[in-house]
């Protein structure tokens, strides 16, 4: 059974860059689209973006400006950055593999922006 | 891009069957993937595809789509379906992928 784990800092500054690493075990990551998605406090769900084997990105239009999704297939890993962060982007934070779904899921990382 | 639209709340009465729904233009070429998330949790995927469940979701969910709309039924609801429930389906165009607001279901 894959298993993903979301880690990064639980408090960014405004205007910083808020940067989350998300490691895949118990399968390989060369294969599927590997996502972030996030929660803001009383919202619905919001894809950000997601990334292939070969690096191939797709993000959300609304944040695509402000977004990059890299990954490591030698670590299993994937990572998130979202730079000039304001009180907006304090949610919670979650990596999920998809697959035509989203079969996996991390864990969740709250993420607050607040000097 | 497309939009996936959901009523933010719904009750049922345990015991009984209740239906959540899910509106947009993209679900006309792609299916709905549903979502339950309870207080503090990861989503849980409980259907996909035309009607599929994964391994270990109870029976009493289901699936079911047509035109517009995609909706999740809960046949004989628990008091442990209480939760949020989100829709999410490809976008229509450039391969996005996009989520309803959510509806809250209330066991009653």
């Known amino acids: 059974q894959v298993q993903l784990q979301e880690s990064g800092p639980g408090l960014v500054k405004p205007s910083e860059t808020l940067s989350l690493t998300c490691t895949v075990s118990?399968?390989?990551?060369?294969?599927?689209?590997w996502n972030w998605i996030r929660r803001p406090p009383g919202k619905g769900l919001e894809w950000i973006g997601y990334?292939?084997?070969?690096?191939?990105?797709n993000y959300n239009p609304s944040l695509k400006s402000r977004v990059t999704i890299s990954i490591d297939t030698s670590k299993n890993q994937f990572s998130l950055n979202l730079n000039s962060v304001t009180a907006a982007d304090t949610a919670t934070y979650f990596c999920?593999?998809?697959?035509?779904?989203?079969?996996?899921w991390g864990q969740g990382t709250l993420v607050t922006v607040s000097s | 891009s497309s939009e996936l639209t959901q009523d933010p709340a719904v009750s049922v009465a345990l015991g009984q069957t209740v239906r959540i729904t899910c509106q947009g233009d993209s679900l006309r070429g792609y299916y709905a993937s549903w979502y339950q998330q309870k207080s503090g949790q990861a989503p849980v995927l409980v259907i996909y595809?035309?009607?599929d469940r994964p391994s270990g979701i109870p029976d009493r969910f289901s699936g079911s789509s047509s035109g517009n709309t995609a909706s999740l039924t809960i046949t004989g609801a628990q008091a442990e379906d209480e939760a949020d429930y989100h829709c999410?389906?490809?976008?229509?165009?450039?391969?996005?992928?996009?989520f309803g607001g959510g509806t809250k279901l209330t066991v009653l």
């Open positions: 999410g389906s490809r976008d229509n165009s450039d391969n996005h992928l996009v």
């Open positions: 118990g399968g390989s990551i060369s294969y599927y689209y």
């Open positions: 999920a593999r998809f697959g035509g779904h989203f079969d996996n």
């Open positions: 990334i292939d084997r070969s690096g191939r990105t």
């Open positions: 595809g035309k009607n």
